[in-house]
């Protein structure tokens, strides 16, 4: 059996969601992800899309690392030190987020 180890961030273009968002404290843990798209299915599961984005907003004033990936884990969106570093226009993500 082979044995993979993941040395270098997997990022997507994924942009049917759900998302899953992971926001990181100063020790360089997360407390789990969460599920959100822009009208949740499973309310007690996931948040809206708006929620997500108050929350991003909220960990990169905080200089937190955020991380939103798809279903398959490949990062759609990765920010670090109040900063995005992918996808070049997050702006555009967060509007596609909003109606997806």
């Given amino acids: 059996m082979s044995t993979y180890t993941l040395t270098e961030l997997q990022y997507s273009d994924d942009r049917k969601g759900p ?15 969460v599920w959100f798209r822009a009208k949740p299915e499973y309310p007690r599961e996931e948040i809206t899309s708006e929620k997500a984005l108050e929350l991003t907003k909220s960990a990169m004033r905080k200089k ?5 990936c798809d279903g398959g884990d490949m990062l759609v969106l990765h ?9 070049a226009d997050p702006k555009a993500f967060w509007q596609m987020a909003m109606t997806v």
Avoid: S
């Avoid at 899953?20 to 992800?33: E, F, Q, R, T």
């Avoid at 920010?79 to 996808?87: I, M, V």
């Fill in 79 to 87: 920010a670090k030190d109040g900063k995005t570093l992918y996808p």
């Fill in 19 to 33: 998302w899953k968002l992971y926001v990181y404290k100063a020790d360089g843990y997360h407390n789990g992800g």
């Fill in 64 to 68: 937190h690392e955020v991380r939103i």
